[in-house]
């Protein structure tokens, strides 16, 4: 089986790439490489001995998108492929719907014409707003706070409105909360261009000694030690839950034919930790002082979020297993390997 994985060459989507080859299911990289860099395909070739097939290219280009779905014999879209930055989505809303919702409907309107009708869809916890309460599960009521969030929320709705539509559909959301990591190889792993918009490579790239200091955005929420918490989860444990979810629809969970229709699912650890833990792990980790400055509340914030993911593991048989000293040490190993990213 041949599968599209959009923003393949991603920190998520790459990873991935991994996870479906240790499944036997053949990734085809579709990325425009806005936040990617294409040396990650050689690095996916050493760690797995398969070069995959890639395309440059965009989710809003109808007629690439109609080439590549048609030349490769795709059978399922894993859809990665959009801007993720909480921060950035509040001054940019424009363009995070273009980017997020527009060119989604377009991909999926060429999925439809050519009858491929299985996606995998790259969704996030913020599709919960401020929680009601925790640890959040997938009957939580759905809002956000911010323009990245609400064009999240808007693909869900689509997703879901597409499966009731059409019953040969199977559509899936991943709501993923916090991924860190890398690959224990240490031959990839989250390096986002610029500044960092996400606490572990900013904390990794300061003790690599390229930023001076970590900024923790607000040390007044109510939480333990006042710093925002989070459920981190490690990018293995993430990636393999795409699989998991995939191959147990796909199969009707052992049962004849394909268990279509909507699923949503939390992929998270359960466990929240806070933004000075997460310092203290990596100091710990790294064996050096993490400097960090106390800086205003970001606009979008939330004081604090962890899953509840006991429905994946019900149903898809999935649990992250991976420690806050396991994504301490890969992102510290992947950092001193490449210290200024693959370029």
Same mark, same amino acid.
């Given at each position: =089986?041949?599968?599209?994985?959009?923003?393949? =060459?991603?920190?998520?989507?790459?990873?991935?790439?991994?996870?479906?080859?240790?499944?036997?299911?053949?990734?085809?990289?579709?990325?425009?490489?806005?936040?990617?860099?294409?040396?990650?395909?050689?690095?996916?070739?050493?760690?797995?001995?398969?070069?995959?097939?890639?395309?440059?290219?965009?989710?809003?280009?109808?007629?690439?998108?109609?080439?590549?779905?048609? #030349?490769?014999?795709?059978?399922?879209?894993?859809?990665?492929?959009?801007?993720?930055?909480?921060? #950035?989505?509040?001054?940019?809303?424009?363009?995070?719907?273009?980017?997020?919702?527009?060119?989604?409907?377009? =991909?999926?309107?060429?999925?439809?014409?050519?009858?491929?009708?299985? !996606?995998?869809?790259?969704?996030?916890?913020?599709?919960?707003?401020?929680?009601?309460?925790?640890?959040?599960?997938?009957?939580?009521?759905?809002?956000?706070?911010?323009?990245?969030?609400?064009?999240?929320?808007?693909?869900?709705?689509?997703?879901?409105?597409?499966?009731?539509?059409?019953?040969?559909?199977?559509?899936?959301?991943?709501?993923?909360?916090?991924?860190?990591?890398?690959? #224990?190889?240490?031959?990839?792993?989250?390096?986002?261009?610029?500044?960092?918009?996400?606490?572990?490579?900013?904390?990794?790239?300061?003790?690599?000694?390229?930023?001076?200091?970590?900024?923790?955005?607000?040390?007044?929420?109510?939480?333990?030690?006042?710093?925002?918490?989070?459920?981190?989860?490690?990018?293995?444990?993430?990636?393999?839950?795409?699989?998991?979810?995939?191959?147990?629809?796909?199969?009707?969970?052992?049962?004849?034919?394909?268990?279509?229709?909507?699923?949503?699912?939390?992929?998270?650890?359960?466990?929240?930790?806070?933004?000075?833990?997460?310092?203290?792990?990596?100091?710990?980790?790294?064996?050096? #002082?993490?400097?960090?400055?106390?800086?205003?509340?970001?606009?979008?914030?939330?004081?604090?979020?962890?899953?509840?993911?006991?429905?994946?593991?019900?149903?898809?048989?999935?649990?992250?297993?991976?420690? !806050?000293?396991?994504?301490?040490?890969?992102?510290?190993?992947?950092?001193?390997?490449?210290?200024?990213?693959?370029?």
């Amino acid at each position: =089986m041949k599968v599209l994985v959009t923003g393949g =060459m991603g920190y998520i989507g790459s990873h991935t790439c991994i996870a479906l080859h240790k499944a036997g299911i053949t990734p085809v990289i579709y990325d425009n490489l806005s936040n990617a860099s294409v040396k990650v395909f050689d690095q996916l070739f050493t760690i797995t001995g398969e070069r995959f097939d890639y395309v440059i290219g965009d989710i809003g280009d109808e007629a690439m998108l109609t080439k590549v779905l048609k #030349e490769h014999k795709i059978e399922a879209v894993f859809h990665f492929a959009a801007l993720k930055a909480v921060g #950035e989505s509040t001054e940019q809303p424009v363009n995070y719907y273009q980017n997020n919702v527009a060119k989604t409907l377009t =991909m999926l309107k060429v999925m439809s014409k050519l009858d491929i009708k299985k !996606i995998i869809f790259s969704s996030s916890a913020t599709v919960y707003g401020e929680p009601q309460y925790l640890p959040i599960d997938e009957k939580h009521p759905i809002s956000s706070t911010n323009p990245y969030g609400w064009s999240k929320v808007m693909v869900e709705q689509i997703l879901k409105d597409l499966a009731q539509s059409d019953e040969q559909w199977l559509t899936i959301a991943l709501r993923y909360f916090n991924p860190v990591g890398a690959h #224990e190889s240490g031959l990839i792993g989250e390096s986002p261009k610029g500044i960092p918009n996400n606490l572990m490579p900013f904390i990794a790239q300061t003790a690599v000694g390229r930023r001076d200091c970590v900024s923790v955005f607000g040390d007044d929420y109510d939480t333990p030690d006042g710093t925002g918490v989070r459920d981190y989860i490690h990018i293995t444990d993430l990636a393999a839950g795409h699989v998991d979810a995939f191959l147990h629809h796909q199969k009707g969970a052992g049962q004849t034919g394909t268990d279509t229709g909507n699923h949503a699912y939390n992929l998270g650890t359960g466990q929240g930790y806070s933004v000075l833990e997460m310092i203290k792990a990596f100091a710990d980790a790294s064996q050096k #002082e993490i400097p960090y400055t106390l800086a205003p509340r970001r606009s979008g914030d939330i004081a604090c979020n962890y899953a509840d993911a006991s429905l994946a593991e019900t149903n898809l048989g999935w649990r992250a297993t991976k420690t !806050i000293e396991d994504m301490a040490a890969d992102t510290w190993r992947w950092q001193t390997t490449y210290p200024n990213g693959l370029e």
